[in-house]
């Protein structure tokens, strides 16, 4: 297996929903991230996971919350959203200095 | 701080035409350069990379790019469009333990058949 995935493709949620983005590889890369993508913007980071751990926040708003249940899986916790958080959200792991994308859950809130 | 800029925001071309991306990099120490695309609607794939070595790298679908040390540059090239080129072109620059990646803005090509 040789790709990450993300489930799902597509979520929309009201303000006060809470849910969850799964993003999953079974590669055995140690460092996993997540990014936020707006429209016609580039990636941009949110956190980075090394070894089960939280390595890097980038200073993300607490209604996200990451969680890293074990090396083969990345969770984002989603509450009190805001509909500027709409975005695409990227998952992707890394071997060596190269990170892989995943297709991204694209998020809609209402 | 780290940055990476992209020259152009959108290029038009016909078919057949050759192709140059501008990305310039502002990072001190060793750094990765790579270049992405993304096609209308899909996610983000690797075009090529530069680590070290030969500054000249092929990538995939004729892409390649040049690293120029002394210009801070990596520009992206491909001596002839096709119209599936049409997409997204990102430059990224990444350094340190964690890698983290930082994207220029983003170039947009329209390739006109």
């Known amino acids: 297996d040789t790709e990450v995935t993300q489930t799902p493709k597509h979520l929309v949620m009201g303000m006060t929903n809470k849910k969850s983005l799964k993003c999953e590889q079974h590669m055995g890369h140690r460092a996993m991230y997540w990014y936020k993508q707006k429209a016609k913007k580039p990636p941009e980071l949110m956190f980075v996971?090394?070894?089960?751990?939280?390595?890097i926040n980038e200073s993300v708003p607490s209604r996200f919350s990451p969680e890293c249940p074990n090396s083969s899986l990345l969770n984002l916790h989603l509450h009190a959203l805001q509909p500027e958080d709409s975005a695409l959200y990227l998952c992707?792991?890394?071997?060596?200095?190269?990170?892989?994308f995943g297709p991204g859950t694209r998020l809609t809130v209402l | 701080a780290q940055s990476v800029s992209q020259h152009n925001h959108h290029v038009i071309l016909s078919e057949a035409a050759s192709l140059e991306l501008g990305c310039n990099y502002s990072?001190?120490?060793?750094?990765?350069l790579f270049w992405y695309v993304q096609y209308p609607g899909q996610h983000l794939q690797l075009l090529l990379k530069y680590f070290s070595g030969d500054p000249l790298v092929k990538g995939i679908k004729g892409f390649e790019a040049e690293f120029i040390k002394s210009k801070f540059s990596f520009n992206l090239r491909k001596p002839s469009v096709q119209w599936s080129d049409t997409a997204e072109y990102f430059c990224a620059a990444a350094s340190g333990g964690y890698n983290k990646l930082i994207f220029g803005a983003g170039t947009r090509l329209a390739v006109h058949p």
């Open positions: 992707a792991s890394r071997q060596d200095n190269e990170q892989f």
């Open positions: 996971y090394s070894y089960e751990k939280l390595s």
């Open positions: 990072y001190g120490g060793t750094v990765n």
